[in-house]
């Protein structure tokens, strides 16, 4: 069984920086990519970004340039580095453990056959 605890998140005002971090324990061997989603009340859940196995990143396109995704692959934790914080970023943060898919020409970590989810870490961004 493999388990994902984050933590990290907080209250900030606009302009602001948190790094998230999410602990994976377990055996992760059957999954390819470790990823941050995001949810706002009322909205759909989001991707933030994806780490393969491999170092490759991928980011959604209106976060690329404040938010960095890294994996320390020692300890086998994730990180995510956020920066210059806006209200819109207010969400429930969530890790998740998973299988590189392409869905709707996005790539994603999906959980839909293999993955595990944390449960998640709140973000406030004040403006």
């Known amino acids: 069984q493999v388990q994902l605890a984050e933590s990290g998140g907080g209250s900030v005002q606009a302009g602001g920086s948190l790094r998230l971090s999410c602990a994976a324990s377990g055996d992760t061997a059957n999954t390819n990519c470790m990823g941050w989603y995001r949810q706002a009340p009322g909205k759909e859940r989001e991707k933030v970004a994806i780490i393969l196995n491999s170092g490759d990143t991928n980011y959604a396109d209106s976060l690329k340039g404040r938010f960095t995704i890294s994996k320390d692959n020692a300890k086998n934790n994730l990180y995510l580095q956020m920066n210059s914080l806006k209200p819109e970023d207010t969400a429930m943060y969530y890790c998740?453990?998973?299988?590189?898919?392409?869905?709707?020409?996005?790539?994603?970590?999906?959980?839909?056959?293999?993955?595990?989810w944390g449960q998640g870490t709140q973000v406030t961004v004040s403006s």
């Open positions: 998740v453990a998973g299988r590189a898919v392409v869905v709707g020409g996005a790539l994603t970590c999906s959980t839909a056959r293999l993955g595990y």
